[in-house]
């Protein structure tokens, strides 16, 4: 059984900075595509990163420059390094395993995610 467990979220400050980690278990994060997901109230789920097995990264353009997506494969997990927090960062995170030629396409439910709120 799959399980995709989010941590690191917490409550900062507008500039500051956190890293988010994503521990899998029943499935190697070296071997298949990864990404970071984030929904605030309100809003549909959308993605943050995402990272393919041969190191391509994508990011959407709100968090470019200022998050990084990575993955250590000896501890089977990815990392979400998030820096220049804005209000607008405001979101529960989750992660997950895209399949196919589309970020959205992922392939396994929704764990619980880990909120993060950033205050202005």
């Known amino acids: 059984q799959v399980q995709l467990v989010e941590s690191g979220g917490g409550l900062v400050q507008a500039g500051e900075s956190l890293t988010l980690s994503c521990a899998a278990s029943g499935i190697l994060v070296s071997v298949y595509a990864m990404a970071w997901y984030r929904q605030a109230p309100g809003k549909q789920r959308e993605l943050v990163a995402g990272l393919k097995t041969g190191g391509r990264t994508n990011y959407a353009d709100s968090v470019k420059g200022r998050f990084t997506i990575s993955r250590d494969n000896a501890k089977n997990t990815v990392y979400l390094q998030m820096s220049s927090l804005k209000p607008e960062d405001t979101a529960v995170y989750y992660c997950?395993?895209?399949?196919?030629?589309?970020?959205?396409?992922?392939?396994?439910?929704w764990g619980q995610g880990t909120q993060v709120t950033v205050s202005s």
């Open positions: 997950n395993s895209p399949r196919g030629s589309s970020w959205y396409n992922t392939y396994y439910s």
